[in-house]
Nanobody
Framework: QVQLVESGGGSVQTGGSLRLSCAAS????????MGWFRQAPGKEREFVAA????????YYADSVKGRFTISRDNAKNTVYLQMNSLKPEDTALYSC???????????????WGQGTQVTVSS
């Protein structure tokens, strides 16, 4: 188990950028595959991106390919989501999650953060 805290959310206009951070507590961060999810009001939670334990492999939802980049710094116990060319449909609560699975994307995430709000205005 690992505790996760997201930050970096905010309000931007269409076409703007944000970088989200997810800080992990503990000394086993490098053993987890990490992912980002988002959920808009009234909609199902949606997978966004995942990154392997070493950071060598990534996987993205089609809706964000070419616009979002997931990365991690294991020495800092942090995973990032760089969000460019933002659209109103990107508006959601963004949460990070950790999985013990090695495949991309994992089928199950055992630890979740509380989320950070991203709002994109047209």
């Amino acid at each position: 188990q690992v505790q996760l805290v997201e930050s970096g959310g905010g309000s931007v206009q269409t076409g703007g950028s944000l970088r989200l951070s997810c800080a992990a507590s503990g000394r086993t961060f490098g053993r987890y595959t990490m992912g980002w999810f988002r959920q808009a009001p009234g909609k199902e939670r949606e997978f966004v991106a995942a990154i392997s334990r070493s950071g060598g492999s990534t996987y993205y939802a089609d809706s964000v390919k070419g616009r979002f980049t997931i990365s991690r710094d294991n020495a800092k116990n942090t995973v990032y989501l760089q969000m460019n060319s933002l659209k109103p449909e990107d508006t959601a609560l963004y949460s990070c999650a950790a999985s013990i699975e090695l495949g991309l994307p994992p089928t199950d995430f055992g630890s979740w953060g509380q989320g950070t709000q991203v709002t994109v205005s047209s």
